[in-house]
Every structure is written in structure tokens, then in C-alpha cells.
């Protein structure tokens, strides 16, 4: 997988500009990218963020031994301070296919603790509340966001992918909440472990 990082524009140095860039990527069935999208950021910031978006190679997915198209969110992070750029978190893909990805549902890594998403939701405390996308609002979306997120050991998110989503606002919404979500560290033998779980986030129309 090919990744080049976004330059520091020096438009956005000189105004000492900053902050979070969301993309929405599409690649094709050799992993080549085919359109990058700006979700979130700053117009400038953003420019920079899709000339590099558009030379990433993505490793193809490959569903009962066909290659499918694939849509992932990248997330980057510019830092006044220090003129850097890195990843804000890794954001998660979804493929193109009928097949619903919750079925996959792959192996946690050696190290790694799986754990229901009720026992997750127990041991929130804290971070931001989704908010109910306006053009989800108009065009009578609802429904629940599914997000596989791993949980680091001092209880912050360090990974989510889309499992399901009823639209691409909804989960970006999911996402920019989930991401400031705050865990209890989760202790097993006296000493806090990683752990992947699902979480749901849900979106009903108040009028219903």
C-alpha cells in the first residue's frame, strides 16, 4: 500500500492555519484511486490532502476471490506548531459488494481483548455527542452506524472501520463523534489490555 503524506501548503503556514482534513476515497478494483473527495477542512488544507490522496495504491479487496471496488476515509492532521503533517487516526473502508462486512468479523490480534459492545458502552466517559447531519435530516435518513473501533490501553480510540452504515453522512458524522470517545482502560490480570468491540451509533428522525 502505497501512502504519501500531504505538504504543508505555505499558503496555510503564512496564516498560520491548522487542523483536521477528512477525505472520502474511492479505488478501483487494483487499488488504484479514482476520486478523492473533501469531507471535512479547510479548502487549502484540503488541496494538499487530495494531490496526495490521489497517488495512494490501496491493497484490493477481495471477496469470495474477486476483486471489488473500495471506498476508505482518510484523516490528516496539520500542525501549526511544528509544520507537520500526520494522520489524525486511521480511518476504516467499506467494499463495494453485496456481502455485508459485519459477517467477516476477523480475529482480534495476539494482545488483544474482544469485547461486547455493551460492556464498551459501560465503560464510556466521555467525548462528543454525533450530530444529526442536516442532509440526512432532509432526505429522511435514519438508522445505525456500525463501527469496529480497537480501544488503546489508556482508553482512547486508536482505529475505527465502517462495518454498516445507511449513508455516507451518517457514518462520517459517527466517525468525527466516536473519535473523541473516552474508555475506562479495560484491565485484564491487573493490567490494562487493548480491545476491539463494535459501536453502534444510532440516528432516528425526532418527528417519528
Not at 16 to 44: F, N
Not at 95 to 110: C, F, G, I, L
Not at 116 to 134: C, D, F, L, T
Request: charge should be neutral; avoid cysteine.
Amino acid at each position: 500500500m502505497t501512502k504519501p503524506m500531504p505538504s504543508y501548503p505555505q499558503e496555510a503556514l503564512d496564516k498560520e492555519m491548522g487542523g483536521d482534513v477528512i477525505l472520502s476515497v474511492e479505488y478501483s478494483t487494483d487499488g488504484s484511486v479514482t476520486d478523492v473527495q473533501r469531507i471535512v477542512g479547510d479548502p487549502v488544507l484540503a488541496k494538499a490532502s487530495m494531490e496526495a490522496a490521489s497517488n495512494w495504491k490501496f491493497l484490493p479487496i477481495v471477496d469470495k476471490g474477486q476483486k471489488s471496488r473500495g471506498v476508505s476515509y482518510l484523516g490528516f492532521r496539520f500542525l501549526v506548531k511544528d509544520h507537520s503533517v500526520g494522520s489524525s487516526f486511521p480511518f476504516g473502508k467499506w467494499q463495494e459488494t453485496p456481502r455485508d462486512s459485519a459477517t467477516a468479523d476477523p480475529k482480534a490480534r495476539p494482545g488483544r481483548v474482544r469485547i461486547s459492545s455493551g460492556v464498551a458502552a459501560g465503560n464510556k466517559i466521555g467525548g462528543s455527542n454525533p450530530r444529526y447531519p442536516e442532509s440526512a435530516k432532509d432526505n429522511l435518513v435514519e438508522g445505525e452506524v456500525d463501527l469496529r473501533a480497537v480501544i488503546d490501553k489508556q482508553g482512547g480510540i486508536s482505529l475505527l472501520e465502517i462495518v454498516k452504515t445507511p449513508s455516507q453522512d451518517l457514518a462520517i458524522s459517527a466517525i468525527e463523534a466516536v473519535k473523541t470517545w473516552r474508555y475506562k482502560p479495560y484491565i485484564l490480570n491487573g493490567e490494562p489490555v487493548e480491545v476491539e468491540t463494535v459501536i453502534v451509533v444510532r440516528y432516528t428522525l425526532s418527528f417519528r
